[in-house]
């Protein structure tokens, strides 16, 4: 069975404070790996995604993510997180063939 | 933004009545997806199509049936609706079914 584990519910960081939301994920080959995020009463926005080749990805708004196969995590880093940042996100694992599963989500507030 | 819309965005309905939600892209993907998302669980695969009259069933399928006549459209019916099914449903679209998928606005849906 596959499954995406993302640990935090709910975190909450001053503005200008480094990030990092983690993200586990359970599957036997290596998955195609995403994060996206979703503002209050919008859609989700992929911020970004991993095939295969580098294991540092870099997205939009800053973020970037780390594949670690060997701990089978792909968590979500921003050195300086902006007020604008208050969101939730989500990470994504596909195995290809339209088989995507999503984590529960983690809602971030920013402090000011 | 890829051009994917939902109707209704907004939809109240009673228990045991029929409900059709509607997807419209103007991107020619080949494949669309309907999900549900509900606190704590993430987003959750209904039904997926990978071309005009090809579906399939996801995860949380029962209950709901698709049809896709045109590229551009994709419906998602339910027969008859339950308080189960209250829920705000995405729908999204790719290029393939290894890629990245890109997400409509939802449609928020309560069954009373």
């Known amino acids: 069975a596959q499954s995406v584990t993302q640990p935090d519910i709910h975190i909450t960081v001053s503005e200008g404070a480094s990030l990092e939301l983690r993200c586990n994920y359970s599957?036997?080959?290596?998955?195609?790996l995403f994060w996206y995020v979703q503002s209050p009463g919008q859609g989700l926005q992929l911020l970004l995604k991993y095939f295969s080749g580098d294991t540092l990805v870099q997205g939009i708004k800053g973020f970037e993510a780390e594949f670690k196969r060997s701990q089978s995590s792909f968590n979500l880093r921003k050195p300086s997180v902006h007020w604008s940042d208050a969101a939730e996100y989500f990470c994504?694992?596909?195995?290809?063939?339209?088989?995507?599963?999503f984590g529960a989500g983690t809602r971030l507030t920013v402090k000011p | 933004d890829a051009g994917i819309t939902q109707s209704p965005r907004h939809k109240v309905t009673e228990t045991g009545t029929p409900v059709t939600l509607r997807c419209h892209q103007t991107e020619n993907h080949r494949y669309m997806y309907w999900y549900r998302q509900d606190p704590g669980h993430g987003l959750r695969l209904i039904h997926y199509?990978?071309?005009?009259?090809?579906?399939d069933k996801g995860e949380v399928s029962d209950g709901y049936s698709v049809s896709r006549s045109k590229t551009e459209d994709f419906l998602l019916t339910l027969e008859s609706a339950t308080s189960s099914q209250t829920s705000v449903y995405f729908c999204?679209?790719?290029?393939?079914?290894?890629?990245?998928?890109?997400f409509g606005p939802g449609t928020r849906l309560t069954v009373l």
């Open positions: 994504a694992v596909g195995r290809g063939n339209n088989d995507m599963r």
């Open positions: 599957y036997g080959a290596t998955p195609y």
């Open positions: 199509s990978y071309g005009v009259k090809d579906t």
């Open positions: 999204a679209i790719s290029e393939s079914g290894r890629d990245t998928q890109y």
